[in-house]
């Protein structure tokens, strides 16, 4: 499954480059992200928490960031649990804006195996732009009001073996299936989808 899009982040690229490294920025961004930890090379292992069929459960995987200064970023990655698995590439290409701000581009490529396999595409499109808007207004919200960490981040390596847990999250837990999609397609990205959520307990009942 592929697809493409864009987002429109208010601080410029440099400072939005450096949250998109930032193992404690992207904790927080990633929609159900439990954990996040460096294990160096541009990898981290991470876990996700999402509920299927009522049931709530954890779902861990790995992904690689590769990153091209100042503007390109790729993450690899993959991501299993009960639902189901995904493999997921997605590249991120920033600009600058007009008003000063960022136009961040995205290319994104996954694939799904297990339950996750008989959703519809259209549907999992559909839960992919949510979550990645929620996933960039997350990073917005960070860069914009924390712009001293962010850019410390920049030049600051984090070392292998901290691991980032994340509070609580006010807006509740998302779905499990669209969590792992987007997990995969972002190291970062997890999928919020009320209707995927429907049609994978309907799935888990048959």
């Given at each position: 499954?592929?697809?493409?899009?864009?987002?429109?982040l208010?601080a410029?690229p440099?400072?939005?480059?450096?949250a998109l490294?930032?193992?404690e920025v992207?904790?927080?961004?990633?929609?159900?992200?439990?954990?996040?930890?460096?294990?160096?090379?541009?990898?981290?292992?991470l876990?996700v928490?999402?509920?299927l069929?009522s049931v709530?459960?954890?779902?861990d995987g790995?992904?690689r960031?590769?990153?091209?200064?100042?503007?390109?970023l790729?993450?690899?990655?993959r991501?299993?649990?009960?639902?189901?698995?995904?493999?997921?590439?997605?590249?991120?290409?920033?600009?600058?804006?007009?008003?000063?701000g960022?136009?961040?581009?995205?290319?994104?490529?996954?694939?799904?195996?297990g339950?996750?396999?008989g959703?519809g595409?259209?549907?999992?499109?559909?839960?992919?732009?949510?979550?990645?808007?929620e996933?960039?207004?997350?990073?917005?919200?960070?860069?914009?009001?924390?712009a001293?960490?962010?850019?410390?981040?920049?030049?600051?390596?984090?070392?292998?073996?901290t691991?980032?847990?994340?509070?609580?999250?006010?807006?509740g837990?998302?779905?499990a299936g669209?969590?792992?999609?987007?997990?995969?397609?972002?190291?970062?990205?997890?999928?919020?989808?009320?209707?995927?959520?429907?049609?994978?307990?309907?799935?888990?009942a048959?």
């Open positions: 499954m592929k697809m493409t899009g864009s987002a429109s208010r410029e440099a400072r939005v480059f450096a490294q930032d193992p992207l904790a927080e961004a990633v929609p159900g992200c439990e954990q996040l930890e460096p294990t160096g090379d541009g990898r981290y292992r876990a928490t999402g509920t069929a709530t459960g954890t779902y790995e992904v960031l590769d990153v091209q200064p100042p503007e390109l790729s993450v690899q990655g991501l299993s649990g009960a639902p189901g698995a995904v493999d997921g590439t997605v590249l991120m290409v920033l600009a600058a804006a007009e008003d000063g960022t136009e961040l581009s995205y290319d994104v490529d996954v694939t799904v195996a339950m996750l396999a959703v595409q259209r549907l999992l499109l559909s839960a992919v732009r949510r979550v990645l808007a996933f960039y207004a997350g990073i917005d919200q960070a860069v914009s009001g924390a001293e960490r962010t850019s410390a981040a920049a030049v600051t390596p984090q070392a292998s073996g691991v980032y847990p994340t509070a609580a999250r006010e807006r837990r998302p779905d669209a969590l792992l999609l987007a997990a995969a397609a972002g190291a970062v990205i997890a999928l919020v989808g009320v209707g995927i959520g429907r049609r994978l307990r309907r799935l888990a048959r």
